[in-house]
Each structure stands twice: as C-alpha cells, then as structure tokens.
C-alpha cells in the first residue's frame, strides 16, 4: 500500500505562502495544531491510483474498466482520449477523530486549526498522487489533460462509487457512504483524462467556484500534456 510520511506534507505545506489574513491572525492555533499532529502521529497518509484504459472511445459517457462516468469534459478538442487516470488519497480517520474531541472539548479554535490544516495537508497529498499519474503516464509516451472530482461540474457525485472501484481504494481502507461520500472524511478522489498528444486542458475544477479567489489551496495549473 503507498503511503506518504505526514513529515514531507508538512513540508509541502511550508512552500505554500499564506494569503489568509486570517490565518496569520490565528498562527499560533497553526502552530499548536502542527504540533499536535507530529506529536500525537495523527496522518497516516495513504493513496491508490491506476491508468485504465478505455474500454472503447468516448461517446455519451467514458467507459473504463466496465464502468460508465458521465465524464465528456475530459474529452479535448484534439488529440485521443485513451484512458482515465484514476486516484483516491487519504488521511486516514485519525486527525477527524481529533478535531472532533477538541470540538467536544469546547476547544474550538485548535479544533478549527487542525481542521483546516488537515485539508491543505489532503490537498498536498492530491497533488502528490496527479503529479504520479501524469509521469506514470508520460512514461508511456502517453499524456495527461484536465482533472475532475466527483460532484464537479462535469462528473457526477454518483461516479464516486466507480472511481473508487477502479482506483481499488479499499486498498488503502477507503469506502463510500450511501450519501457518495468517502470515508475517512479526510479523503479525495481524483479523475484525469489520459491519452495521445492532448493538449493542456484551458480550464480548472476550480473555474465555478465563489471562494477561488480566496483559497490558497487553488492556482495550480491543471494537469498539463508537458511531460
């Protein structure tokens, strides 16, 4: 099972400059959450992903490895589409399970700090797992364009369940609730369009979204065909 050591998110966390006002208010709840989670070993940082090709070419859904997704923005204007990289990454339930006891404490801007720290930590992992998927893939002389999340504009939250069955997510101990949600909470699945000489996808999951300026977590350029 891959897993990555919590150390080097935090590092990756590091490179991120702080734009949240905010948040530089609250650095010592930051601080104090960091601490808290080296100390008490709450990551247990895991991820599965897998290229499947498809199973014929795009019509009026993406077919892969017996699995149907309403998927077609993944499909460019040129080049082949020719599979779908896959990837589930997660936290594990630790670092829930400690922002909840500290919400319960009445110690709420700790439990806030290590909430939100937990989300750029998986948002740092995610970005680890498509940077693997598009060198595995150039690797093949193949290249990858566009990337999606189940209940994105353009992927249904009802493909959760056949993302995490291709990425073979019960692998790393990630499941799917009846409401399409994955658990642990700290969990992401991803969808990447894969083919021949796709050019780089012009628009991001994070293109509709009303909090894009403000995130810090958002302006990575897509996944690009520049291998």
């Known amino acids: 099972m891959p897993t990555i050591r919590g150390s080097g998110l935090i590092r990756d966390l590091a490179s991120i400059p702080c734009a949240d006002e905010a948040l530089r208010r609250r650095g010592r709840y930051r601080r104090d959450a960091i601490d808290l989670l080296e100390r008490e ?7 599965c992903y897998r290229i499947v090709p498809l199973d014929e070419p795009p019509s ?16 460019p204007e040129r080049g082949q589409l020719t599979a779908l990289g896959v990837g589930i990454c997660t936290l594990g339930p630790a670092l829930e399970r400690r922002a909840s006891a500290l919400f319960a404490e009445k110690r709420m801007s700790l439990a806030l700090a290590l909430d939100k720290l937990g989300n ?12 693997r998927i598009v060198i595995e893939a150039g690797k093949a002389g193949l290249t990858a ?7 994105d504009p353009g ?5 959760q369940t056949a993302v995490h069955r291709l990425a073979g997510a019960h692998e790393i101990g990630v499941r799917v609730t009846e409401g399409q949600v994955l658990y642990p909470l700290k969990s992401m699945s991803m969808v990447l369009g894969i083919g021949i000489d796709m050019p780089p996808a012009l628009w991001s999951r994070c293109d509709t ?17 520049m291998l």
């Open 41 to 47: 070993d709450l990551l247990d940082a895991a991820f």
């Open 60 to 75: 009026d859904v993406l077919r892969a490895g017996g699995e149907a997704l309403d998927a077609l923005r993944l499909v």
């Open 120 to 131: 750029e930590l998986l948002s740092a992992l995610s970005r680890r797992v498509q940077d």
């Open 145 to 151: 364009a566009g990337e999606l999340r189940a209940g």
């Open 155 to 159: 992927l249904p939250l009802s493909a």
């Open 209 to 225: 979204c009303p909090s894009a300026p403000r995130c810090r977590m958002s302006g990575r350029a897509p996944a690009s065909a």
